[in-house]
């Protein structure tokens, strides 16, 4: 894991000052190496060290030793080439090595400055402007070396920079917007989501928003800034914050995607399964910061990641198959987001080269998988409305003709009944009944006459205004209520309804089926205290026109209406 090749035992030469390209690149490739085994050596002891060349010059540009790494010691070697003494600032930028220590020899090699911090004592004393660590030097014409020792049982990465005041002031400002933006941006989306969560009450949202909480303070703790400004005096648990935080980060994501996929009545074994991982890690985690073995709750955490990112993968997977867009918004979200821990994790331990841009990977890498399981949940939402509006329509529609029914029918008639009361306008109902239907059912089979009532529901729908409202109010019954349609207006338009359906010939398979109706007719009352009595009469008015014979039309008497004198015109 020690991502940093030597060459064979040998000093570097000094590097002039002023030729450091701005500070932008970390100095790996000037520093001499050595790993401090036994007990821990004063500076002189490890001065002596490199002079013997007992030390290995880097070739690359970041020391990465991985968790749980002895104390290592570099040097640095600066030449100021000018006549005065120059200022920069030495940045070593990782927030979680628990000691740096930092001394400062002239070219005679005598000590001139030291400098301890380190995330084992508190964070008072150390400069806001970075997360890292950083030590302001003035180097005086000549030469002067910088002896570094840095020990930390967490990943042990030293990236060491050399910069002159603006270049520092323009990578503090990069810094403080870029990780505004990130944070920003997390919690306007836990905020959303919390309001939506108390306003819909959809536990998805609750958990996604812990999710996303959680995620913030994992990386707050490891970029440094909870250290900065939120536990500043607490150094112990500065100690476990990273490991402990992105345990349940990752608990908190599996649990969210276990109620996002609905695994729990799908896949309900994989539910347990990934249930019973998240416990059984969160005991071993207890004990390791119980029994104090910090490195091996780092290793644990290494493994549970991996755990979390095959197992997100394969929750996704599971559920592949399903047509939802949220599941599959869920899966490029869970690979992007796995990538980016999978890259910083890499970074970090030393499996690939570490940069600033690998080292957050896994920051970028939640902001894009955030935002895709925002879209995830914003298509799940839409997936439940259309359900509900499907079941609704369902609810109100007849499947076998495709009509309005009867329950439809008191849900949308009020509006039409208050509209006529209130501005006296005229309101007709038809009621028609299909003649010796229960003859052709038993001549022909109860298919011939569900053929013939889907044809006889096309040819009403054909027939109807916009404004109307057409109904299959029970067997081979049909009701139509007609706004701003008088008695006689009605009557006409359900003689040439009549005619219509006498004239048709309907084909099913090889037969011809012939079918006519009855219709009664009858228009809105002054007295009428409800629909229902107006229904009631057009249905007394079919009653008439069966017993006159069937296949014609009978309309209730015009008694009391209550319409204004001027005509209506219907469209009929």
């Excluded at 390791?288 to 755990?307: C, E, K, P, R, S």
């Excluded at 039309?553 to 209506?568: F, K, L, N, S």
Aim: hydrophobic share 45%; net charge neutral; glycine share 6%.
């Amino acid at each position: 894991m020690l991502c940093m090749s030597a060459s064979a035992t040998a000093s570097a030469p000094p590097v002039a000052v002023n030729a450091i390209d701005a500070g932008t690149a970390p100095l790996g490739n000037y520093v001499q190496i050595f790993t401090e085994t036994g007990a821990r050596l004063p500076w002189y002891e490890a001065l002596r060290k490199f002079n013997n060349r007992e030390a290995t010059a880097s070739t690359h540009k970041v020391l990465v030793a991985g968790i749980g790494a002895p104390p290592h010691w570099l040097r640095l070697t600066l030449d100021n080439h000018s006549a005065h003494t120059i200022e920069r600032h030495l940045l070593i930028d990782a927030a979680w090595l628990d000691e740096v220590d930092v001394y400062q020899l002239n070219a005679e090699q005598q000590l001139q400055h030291t400098w301890h911090a380190g995330d084992s004592k508190a964070f008072a004393g150390r400069s806001k402007a970075t997360t890292g660590f950083l030590y302001r030097v003035h180097l005086p014409p000549g030469t002067s070396d910088i002896l570094m020792r840095v020990a930390t049982p967490d990943p042990l990465v030293v990236p060491v920079y050399l910069l002159t005041a603006s270049a520092f002031e323009n990578r503090a400002t990069q810094h403080y917007y870029s990780y505004g933006f990130s944070y920003g941006y997390l919690l306007a989306l836990i905020a959303f989501n919390g309001m939506l969560y108390f306003g819909l009450r959809d536990p998805r949202h609750l958990l996604y928003a812990i999710f996303l909480s959680i995620f913030t303070f994992a990386n707050i703790a490891y970029t440094g800034h909870g250290y900065m400004w939120l536990w500043p005096n607490s150094p112990e648990w500065q100690r476990w914050a990273t490991p402990v935080l992105i345990c349940c980060f990752g608990s908190a994501g599996l649990v969210f995607a276990i109620s996002f996929l609905n695994l729990h009545t799908e896949r309900k074994r994989l539910s347990q399964l990934v249930m019973t991982i998240i416990v059984v890690f969160a005991l071993l985690l207890l004990y390791g910061v119980a029994a104090h073995q910090q490195t091996f709750v780092l290793y644990l955490t290494f493994v549970f990641m991996l755990f979390y990112a095959l197992l997100m993968l394969t929750m996704g997977m599971a559920m592949f198959s399903s047509s939802s867009t949220g599941t599959r918004y869920y899966i490029y979200a869970a690979i992007t987001g796995v990538l980016g821990v999978a890259i910083t994790a890499a970074s970090v331990w030393g499996f690939i080269p570490y940069s600033k841009a690998g080292f957050r990977a896994a920051e970028f890498g939640m902001l894009v998988e955030a935002t895709l399981l925002a879209l995830a949940l914003a298509a799940r939402i839409r997936e439940v409305q259309t359900n509900h509006l499907n079941a609704e329509k369902l609810a109100s529609t007849d499947p076998l003709t495709g009509l309005k029914n009867r329950r439809a029918f008191y849900l949308t008639s009020p509006a039409m009944w208050s509209n006529s009361l209130r501005y006296s306008r005229p309101l007709s109902a038809i009621v028609l009944d299909l003649d010796h239907f229960k003859c052709l059912n038993d001549s022909h089979g109860h298919a011939s006459g569900d053929h013939v009532l889907k044809v006889v529901g096309v040819l009403l729908r054909q027939q109807v205004r916009l404004s109307d409202l057409v109904v299959r109010w029970g067997g081979e019954e049909f009701l139509l209520l007609l706004p701003e349609t008088n008695a006689t207006e009605a009557t006409a338009f359900a003689e040439r309804l009549r005619e219509l359906l006498s004239a048709q010939q309907i084909r099913y398979g090889d037969k011809r089926l012939h079918v006519s109706a009855s219709f009664g007719i009858a228009e809105r009352r002054v007295s009428d205290s409800s629909i229902d009595q107006l229904i009631e009469r057009a249905d007394s008015a079919l009653y008439q026109a069966k017993h006159a014979g069937r296949n014609c039309t009978r309309t209730i008497g015009d008694t009391d209406i209550d319409v204004e004198a001027e005509p209506v015109i219907n469209p009929h």
